[in-house]
């Protein structure tokens, strides 16, 4: 994995592939490379470590020239970031191909094709793929018939993207757990992982389907589906909103898409709340029957939405008392789940694409839920498509890889989802959804008080800039609101953070605690806050510098050592929507300091497609 673009067409393509590497930028890489047909009917292949500006560079000199290309940025499962394990591959000097996913059984593949003769030039699964198709194309098969045999042997997941030299103008593609989206030109068409790379040449764009092989030519298109039939996929008109994303006066992505957040969450609670109630069509118009007769929550997600299914745990069994289990999408898929009559199955995503989420969301559909329900960022996505009821988070294009808006939009999707819940469960007053209600409604307001707070973070930033651990506390519904902060940390600054109960300082972390040990809490106004000044007096008495964020009105007292931070007051529910901001603004501030690449922190990606 990690970004593919293909383009065919009556014009070179060249530039068309680069610009759409730049837009799939944010997506996080370590290589980046390019494949053109010429008119000649040879390909030419570029591939560089590192940057996009190192391959536009190479081609500012020496132009390739041509009118069908694949271009690649890479993050690497299998081989290091390396010249030889950039993407494309190519077998001999007449199929080249790109890939996105994970081949499972490219060991056996690889061995048997050693058999064959074929020589390996790299370390990674993608290049079976390519000298399999080469040797189905020796068998006298055209592209499209070569790469159909070759998935037939592939286990595990793919996107792909495949030229020849002996059939110009041709390019193959095809999807497995890994998402592909065709763009609808005239004289032209394109392939692409994500609709953005397309947005400069086209807003029109069919999303392939699970299991869809398609070949493209400048005039035309041809789709089957899984089962070799033919198959007609509609044209879906891309909004400007989709597909737009510049950093503007910012620095960063990151820093603007946390100032984002007050209109990301306004868009995201509009035509949803009423006067003084959400909403009952939230979900369609079969989600209230469905949230009545829930009897069980069943939540699966990874990372930063793993956390927010954490957070909307508590709000589930509190508001609506309906148990709730959270489990990461990598682990539910490997255990024997049993799943009680009535259970709902929420799945998490920011892109709904991620590859353990859509696989846990696979198998929910043949266990036994009472339905299956996404909230998710991406309208077209394949979590979006495959799931029962969907509830948008409207964040926008998150491009930074560590996500913020889209975590904090996941959390009002969550509670609007819960009040509902609680409501049609007959466990909430109508006085109480009132005044949630009227909380959602000022929360903008409220999270735009706490983004006063950004320059006097910056300053304490400082601090944190020659540090190696950092921990992270908080109680009840508040840790994990400080396992998001010490994941943010961590993604970003580099810096070796963890986040636990601060209950549980006594049972282990306290032996952590020094002078260098920097200690970041979390202490809302809520019923837990005098056990959280006491463990805090824990941290102090042995020596530990305390950063608090606190409640304006909990009149946390500075101590030498001890640093408060006010944040603004807001209702004891909403508390961790708001107090996830200035985490978000000191893990910024922190990297910043430190100099890291904070849009594209190395090793990872922005959405993990691959197991």
């Known amino acids: 994995m990690c970004g593919i673009v293909a383009a065919t067409a009556r014009r070179d393509v060249a530039g068309i592939l680069l610009e759409g590497l730049k837009r799939l930028e944010y997506r996080g890489y370590d290589s980046a490379g390019m494949a053109v047909l010429s008119a000649h009917n040879t390909i030419g292949v570029y591939r560089r ?45 007449d199929v080249t191909l790109v890939h996105n996913g994970i081949i499972e059984n490219y060991e056996t593949l690889r061995a048997q094709l050693k058999q064959q003769g074929y020589v390996f030039s790299s370390d990674t699964d993608t290049e079976v793929i390519v000298h399999l198709v080469h040797a189905e194309k020796q068998k006298g098969l055209s592209l499209l018939d070569a790469v159909r045999n070759t998935l037939q042997k592939l286990d595990g997941a793919y996107a792909i993207a495949v030229i020849s030299a002996d059939e110009p ?102 035509e949803r709340i009423g006067q003084k109630q959400v909403l009952s069509n939230i979900l369609g118009p079969e989600g209230a029957a469905l949230l009545a007769r829930t009897r069980q929550v069943h939540i699966v997600a990874c990372g930063t939405s793993y956390h927010t299914g954490l957070i909307a745990r508590y709000w589930i069994e509190q508001l609506a008392g309906v148990p709730c289990q959270v489990e990461v999408a990598s682990e539910y898929r490997y255990r024997t789940v049993v799943v009680p009559e009535n259970t709902l199955f929420v799945t998490v995503s920011q892109s709904g694409e991620t590859a353990d989420t859509l696989a846990a969301l696979r198998f929910a559909k043949t266990a036994g839920y009472l339905a299956t329900v996404a909230i998710v960022n991406v309208p077209e996505s394949s979590l979006c498509r495959e799931s029962d009821l969907v509830l948008m988070t409207r964040a926008g294009p998150e491009i930074g890889v560590a996500s913020t808006k889209a975590f904090t939009t996941q959390l009002i999707a969550f509670l609007l989802l819960t009040i509902l819940l609680a409501r ?33 973070i910056k300053v304490l930033s400082e601090q944190f800039t020659e540090k190696h651990h950092a921990l992270f506390l908080g109680r009840g519904v508040q840790y994990p609101v400080a396992l998001e902060g010490a994941l943010k940390l961590k ?121």
């Not at 009118?67 to 081989?79: E, K, L, N, S």
């Not at 952590?512 to 000044?533: F, T, W, Y």
Request: aromatic fraction near 4%; charged fraction near 25%.
């Open 424 to 456: 049609q469960q007959g466990r909430l007053p109508a006085t109480r959804e009132a005044t949630l209600v009227e909380g959602l409604r000022a929360l903008p307001a409220v999270i735009e008080q706490t983004l006063q707070l950004d320059a006097r």
């Open 491 to 611: 993604e970003i600054s580099y810096i070796h953070a963890e986040a636990y109960p601060a209950g549980e300082l006594k049972h282990g972390p306290l032996a952590l605690v020094d002078s260098e040990m920097p200690v970041i809490a979390v202490a809302p106004n809520d019923q837990l806050l005098e056990k959280l000044r006491s463990n805090l007096q824990e941290v102090h008495a042995r020596g530990g510098q305390l950063f608090v964020f606190a409640d304006a009105r909990a009149h946390m007292g500075e101590e030498s050592d001890m640093h408060i931070m006010p944040v603004p007051h807001v209702d004891e529910t909403l508390a961790p929507v708001v107090y996830t901001i200035p985490l978000q603004l000191l893990a910024y501030h922190v990297a910043v300091g430190k100099g890291t690449d904070v849009d594209q922190p190395r090793n990872l990606a922005k959405s993990v497609t691959v197991e």
């Open 169 to 270: 103008g041709v390019i193959v593609g095809a999807r497995k757990g890994s998402p592909l989206v065709l763009g609808m030109g005239i004289g032209e068409h394109f392939l692409a992982s994500d609709p953005l790379a397309l947005r400069q040449v086209t807003d029109s764009v069919i999303y392939l389907e699970e299991g869809d092989l398609v070949a493209i030519t400048a005039d035309g298109v041809y789709i089957e589906d899984h089962q070799g039939n033919d198959a007609k996929r509609q044209v879906t008109r891309l909004r400007e909103g989709q597909v737009s994303a510049e950093k503007g006066e910012y620095r960063h992505y990151m820093l603007k898409e946390i100032f984002e957040q007050p209109d990301v969450i306004r868009a995201t609670l509009e």
């Open 49 to 93: 470590p590192g940057k996009v500006i190192n391959l536009e560079t190479m081609l500012q000199s020496h132009p390739l020239p041509g009118a069908c290309g694949v271009a690649h940025t890479r993050w690497a499962t299998h081989g290091k970031p390396e010249e030889r394990n950039a993407h494309p591959h190519s077998s001999g000097s």
